[in-house]
C-alpha cells in the first residue's frame, strides 16, 4: 500500500493516527501512528485481535470516542479534516456520507422504537423527509436487503426481528442515505456461520447497488478471504502489514499475518485438523513491549536483540503496495502459511 494521499479516488485518508485513551492506570495507546486511505467503491478489511485498535480506529473516524485523546493525526474525508470540524458538521457527514453498521444490532437498535421508524429517522434527520415518505424508504431499504414482506416487518420491534434480521435493518439503516463509505464494524460476529454468509452476501451486494465502499473491520481474516480488495492487518495499536488481498493471502510477509492465516481452518483439510492459534495473548496496551510489540509471540524474532530494541516501520515487501513493519522481512522470502502451520502443529 502507498503512503496515504487525496487523489480522486480516495475518499478517506487518515494519516498518523494516535488515538489515546488516559486511565488511572496509565495511557492507553490504542491507536499508535496508523496511516491508511480508503478509495472510492473498494472493500477495505481492517483485521486483527481484540485489542489491537481496529475499532478505535474506525469508531474515532466516526467521531463516536468521547473520551479518546487524539494525540496526532488527521483523518481527511474527501480532503476535508474530521477532526478539525465542529460537532454539527462531523454529525452531518455521519450516517448522510460515511455510515456504521454496529456488531451488536439489539445494543444498536432503539428497543421502543419500531424498526420502520429507526431506519426512517435517518431520511428525516439528513434529507427532512416526511414521516410518510421515511417510512416509505425504510420499506424500500428493508426491501433491499432481502427481508420479506418489508411493509409488515418495518411496523415490528427489533426484538421481534431474529439475529440475521435485525443485522440487515443494521444494514438498512446505514444505506438509507446512500452514503459514500459503509463501515462495518464485526458485522458478522455474533452470527451463526450460516447466518454470517447471508449477512456478508447481503453487504456485497449493497455496496454494488449504492456505489460504496466499505471498511471492513473484523478479527477473523477468513471472513475478508474474497471480499476485501485491500487489507491492512494490525498489532496492538499498528498496522503490521498492509497490502492487496492476494498479496497478503498468498504471500504474506509479516509473522503475524503468517499465525492469523496458519490458524484458519483449511478447506481441504482433514475434518478433524486440529487449529494452530498463534501461541500467547496479545499485549496490554498501557504496557506495550519494547521494539516490536509481537516479538514475545514471535517465532522468527532474530537472535541480535533488534526485534527487542528496535520498532519496526513499514517497508516495502513483494511489491510497491505491499509493505510490512517487520525486520526479518527479507528473511521470510519462501515462508509459507502451511510451514508456519507445520512448525506450530510440532510445538
Ligand atoms: Fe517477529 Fe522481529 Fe518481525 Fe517482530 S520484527 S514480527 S519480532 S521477526
Same mark, same amino acid.
Given at each position: ?166 443485522? #440487515? ?5 446505514? =444505506?438509507?442515505?446512500? /452514503?459514500?463509505? *459503509? !463501515?462495518?464494524?464485526? @458485522?458478522?460476529? $455474533? ?79 482433514? #475434518? ?5 492459534? =498463534?501461541?500467547?495473548? /496479545?499485549?496490554? *496496551? !498501557?504496557?506495550?513491549? @519494547?521494539?516490536? $510489540? ?54
Amino acid at each position: 500500500m502507498s503512503e496515504p494521499t487525496t487523489g480522486p479516488e480516495t475518499l478517506l485518508s487518515v494519516r498518523d493516527l494516535r488515538a489515546y485513551f488516559d486511565t488511572d492506570d496509565g495511557v492507553v495507546r490504542a491507536v499508535d501512528g496508523v496511516s491508511f486511505e480508503v478509495r472510492r467503491g473498494e472493500v477495505f478489511a481492517v483485521v486483527g485481535e481484540s485489542g489491537s485498535g481496529k475499532s478505535v480506529t474506525a469508531t474515532t473516524v466516526m467521531g463516536l470516542q468521547p473520551t479518546v485523546r487524539i494525540a496526532s493525526g488527521e483523518v481527511l474525508w474527501k480532503g476535508r479534516d474530521l477532526l478539525q470540524l465542529p460537532e454539527s458538521e462531523h454529525g452531518r457527514i455521519r450516517g448522510k456520507e460515511i455510515a456504521m453498521i454496529f456488531q451488536d444490532p439489539l445494543t444498536a437498535l432503539n428497543p421502543v422504537h419500531t424498526v420502520g421508524r429507526q431506519i426512517g429517522e435517518m431520511a428525516r434527520i439528513h434529507e427532512g423527509a416526511s414521516r410518510k415518505e421515511a417510512m416509505r424508504r425504510a420499506v424500500e431499504m428493508l426491501d433491499l436487503v432481502g427481508i420479506p414482506e418489508a411493509a409488515k416487518r418495518a411496523r415490528m420491534y427489533p426484538h421481534e426481528f431474529s439475529g440475521g434480521m435485525r443485522q #440487515r435493518a443494521m444494514i438498512a439503516m446505514a =444505506i438509507t442515505c446512500r /452514503p459514500e463509505l *459503509l !463501515i462495518a464494524d464485526e @458485522p458478522t460476529t $455474533a452470527l451463526d456461520v450460516t447466518v454470517q454468509a447471508q449477512v456478508l452476501d447481503v453487504l456485497m451486494r449493497i455496496k454494488d447497488e449504492i456505489d460504496s465502499a466499505i471498511m471492513l473491520i473484523t478479527h477473523d481474516l477468513g471472513v475478508v478471504a474474497g471480499l476485501a480488495d485491500r487489507v491492512m492487518v494490525m498489532y496492538a495499536g499498528r498496522a503490521v502489514e498492509t497490502g492487496t488481498a492476494p498479496q497478503l493471502f498468498s504471500d504474506s510477509r509479516h509473522p503475524y499475518t503468517l499465525g492469523l492465516l496458519a490458524g484458519l481452518p483449511r478447506l481441504e483439510g482433514p #475434518r478433524d485438523e486440529p487449529l494452530v492459534p =498463534i501461541p500467547g495473548m /496479545p499485549p496490554s *496496551l !498501557i504496557n506495550v513491549p @519494547p521494539g516490536c $510489540a509481537f516479538h514475545p509471540r514471535c517465532s522468527f524474532e532474530r537472535a541480535d536483540g533488534l526485534c527487542r530494541r528496535s520498532t519496526p516501520e513499514l517497508r516495502q515487501a513483494t511489491a510497491a503496495d505491499h509493505r510490512s513493519a517487520c525486520h526479518q522481512l527479507e528473511a521470510l522470502d519462501g515462508v509459507t502459511v502451511e510451514s508456519v502451520r507445520r512448525a506450530g502443529a510440532g510445538r
